[in-house]
């Protein structure tokens, strides 16, 4: 977790990490194995797991139709707060009772010493998490994020810092359930703006102490 709260949070790179970090909705998982079919075996199970955290609520948040997909019953519908019209004060749709706190899964692969070695390779694997997500049928629940040691931007020059906002120490893949990056979107005044603010700040650390820092956490071994 040092990885995420010295370089995500403390670079500010991701403004939604510090709520799942704080509440406890941040699961760091170690694939333990060193074979890709072992990994994916595990990153499997932790879609299905992270499918279950799914309210009616979280259901619905995305639907274009709004109530009239899977209306809850009144019970639950009872649960959304500032649903009253003559509420003067309310609550924004991101923050509608009955929808759960943000939760998110990174699963590291430190012991795959072929995925450390090689991006290309890694992008592949990444590529087949995709195809698992589809098989399963819930890439409209969760979305994948990659992080890797030599993470490389297409277009940049190597060693160009900006690459630096998805490099980790060891390969990493990011489950996101789609209704918090939904509901992040629509808190956030610029999300489009965040990818470049976050490369333009890296380069002005640079690369040489970006570098560093990288392999003083990759050498850690404390969490």
């Known amino acids: 977790m040092r990885w995420v709260d ?5 670079y500010n790179l991701c403004p939604f990490a510090k709520a799942p970090r704080a509440n406890d909705g941040l699961k760091l998982v170690v694939c333990e194995h ?3 079919d072992a990994f994916f075996a595990t990153f499997a199970r932790e879609v299905e797991l992270l499918c279950e955290t799914y ?18 019953s009144a019970a639950a519908d009872a649960d959304f707060v500032n649903n009253d019209e003559n509420d003067p004060d309310p609550a924004p749709r991101w923050r509608g009772a009955g929808l759960s706190e943000p939760s998110t899964t990174l699963i590291a692969v430190p012991y795959v010493q072929a995925l450390a070695d090689d991006f290309v390779l890694f992008l592949a694997v990444a590529e087949r998490c995709e195809e698992i997500l589809e098989d399963k049928g819930v890439t409209d629940k969760v979305q994948l994020a990659t992080f890797h040691p030599e993470y490389q931007f297409a277009g940049e020059e190597v060693g160009d810092p900006g690459s630096y906002t998805n490099r980790s120490p060891y390969p990493t893949v990011h489950l996101l359930r789609s ?27 640079g690369r040489k102490a970006l570098l560093k820092g990288l392999r003083e956490l990759a050498a850690w071994r404390g969490g």
């Open 6 to 10: 010295d370089r995500v949070i403390g």
């Open 34 to 36: 060193d074979s890709t």
């Open 55 to 72: 309210t009616d609520a979280d259901e619905a948040y995305d639907d274009e139709d709004g109530e009239e997909a899977g209306p809850p």
């Open 179 to 205: 209704v918090d990056v939904s509901r992040a979107v629509d808190a956030h005044p610029d999300t489009e703006s965040i990818p470049e603010a976050n490369i333009e700040r890296l380069r002005a650390v």
